[in-house]
């Protein structure tokens, strides 16, 4: 994917790029977003119906579209540096 024509910001097109699931699991999201976002905030966030899209479950893990975990972690966002893409 060429990432000047992304939807996200390039860190997290570079998580997406990365990820070789279709799908993140709550347990992953820590090693899918490099240990910034945790699975239980994820889980405390769809309590409050505020969390990620399209979730659902796979035996008794709950489980993420990765393009939905990348649309909700662009929600959060925020670059610090000038020169940071956005």
């Known amino acids: 994917m060429n990432l000047s024509n992304s939807r996200w ?6 998580m997406y ?7 993140v699991t709550r347990p992953d999201l820590k090693k899918f977003t490099g240990n910034a976002y945790n699975g239980r905030s994820a889980a405390n966030m769809d309590c409050l119906g505020t969390g990620i899209k399209g979730r659902f ?4 893990v709950t489980a993420y579209p990765k393009a939905a975990a990348c649309d909700f972690l662009a929600g959060k966002f925020t670059a610090l540096d000038k020169g940071e893409a956005a």
């Open 9 to 14: 910001p390039l860190p997290i097109q570079a």
């Open 57 to 60: 479950r796979i035996g008794k």
């Open 17 to 23: 790029d990365a990820w070789p699931f279709p799908h």
